[in-house]
Nanobody, 125 residues
Framework: QVQLVESGGGLVQAGGSLRLSCAAS????????MGWFRQAPGKEREFVAH????????YYAESVKGRFTISRDNAKNTVYLQMNSLKPEDTAVYYC??????????????????WGQGTQVTVSS
């Protein structure tokens, strides 16, 4: 089993930056890739970005491309989401999650088997 803990959320003004962290522990050898998702009030959980542990291959949602950067530190079993040029529409609870290889498309929540507790990001206008 893998345990995930997010941190780094908070309140920022539009145009500001935040860096989210997701620390993984437990049986991390089973984890192939990590994803970031977000969920705003009254909306479905939305894909943000994902990265593979081995190669560092990344993929981003169109809405955050060019503003957000996902990265990983394999030695620390930690994944980061650097969020720049934040907009009010980025306001949501942000979750990290892990998936195994061959689990399906990394852009869908159903492909992930373990989730963190979430961290709130609020962007004021």
């Amino acid at each position: 089993q893998v345990q995930l803990v997010e941190s780094g959320g908070g309140l920022v003004q539009a145009g500001g930056s935040l860096r989210l962290s997701c620390a993984a522990s437990g049986r991390t050898s089973s984890s192939y890739a990590m994803g970031w998702f977000r969920q705003a009030p009254g909306k479905e959980r939305e894909f943000v970005a994902h990265i593979t542990w081995s190669s560092g291959m990344t993929y981003y949602a169109e809405s955050v491309k060019g503003r957000f950067t996902i990265s990983r530190d394999n030695a620390k079993n930690t994944v980061y989401l650097q969020m720049n040029s934040l907009k009010p529409e980025d306001t949501a609870v942000y979750y990290c999650a892990t998936r195994k290889q061959f689990s399906g498309s990394g852009t869908y929540p159903r492909s992930y088997d373990t989730w963190g507790q979430g961290t709130q990001v609020t962007v004021s206008s």
